[in-house]
């Protein structure tokens, strides 16, 4: 069942911006690291950008960096993915994950437990 849900997803023109949100539902872990992920037709799930919640040591992808910020909520298992200078190669669903276990923090997938449903970013050209 759903234990993450995104929301701010939406459509914007090249070098536009959206903040996406990530909320537990159901999900009541004590996250050590949490992070956004995207999919795009024909490629596999991706990390964007991960943080490490007890540091506040962030992880990005070479693709968004200096262009997106990840950052937590002051509420428990809440994120945020602030992009900037969106590009069409952007466009894709985001999904937000969560994982309780101790360690390294990192933007691969299978670090990560719990995860959301997604939601729809596309950037037009």
């Known amino acids: 069942y759903q234990q993450l849900v995104e929301s701010g997803g939406g459509s914007v023109h090249a070098g536009g911006s959206l903040r996406l949100s990530c909320a537990p539902s159901?999900?009541?872990?004590?996250?050590?690291?949490m992070g956004w992920f995207r999919e795009t037709p024909g490629k596999k799930r991706e990390g964007v950008a991960a943080?490490?919640?007890?540091?506040?040591?962030?992880y990005y992808d070479d693709s968004v960096k200096g262009r997106f910020i990840i950052s937590r909520g002051n509420a428990k298992n809440t994120l945020y993915l602030q992009m900037n200078s969106l590009k069409p190669e952007d466009t894709g669903i985001y999904y937000c994950?969560?994982?309780?276990?101790?360690?390294?923090?990192?933007?691969?997938?299978?670090?990560?437990?719990?995860w959301g449903q997604g939601t729809q970013v596309t950037v037009s050209s």
């Open positions: 994950a969560a994982d309780p276990t101790p360690g390294a923090c990192a933007t691969w997938p299978l670090r990560y437990a719990y």
């Open positions: 943080i490490d919640t007890g540091a506040g040591t962030t």
């Open positions: 159901g999900y009541t872990g004590n996250s050590v690291c």
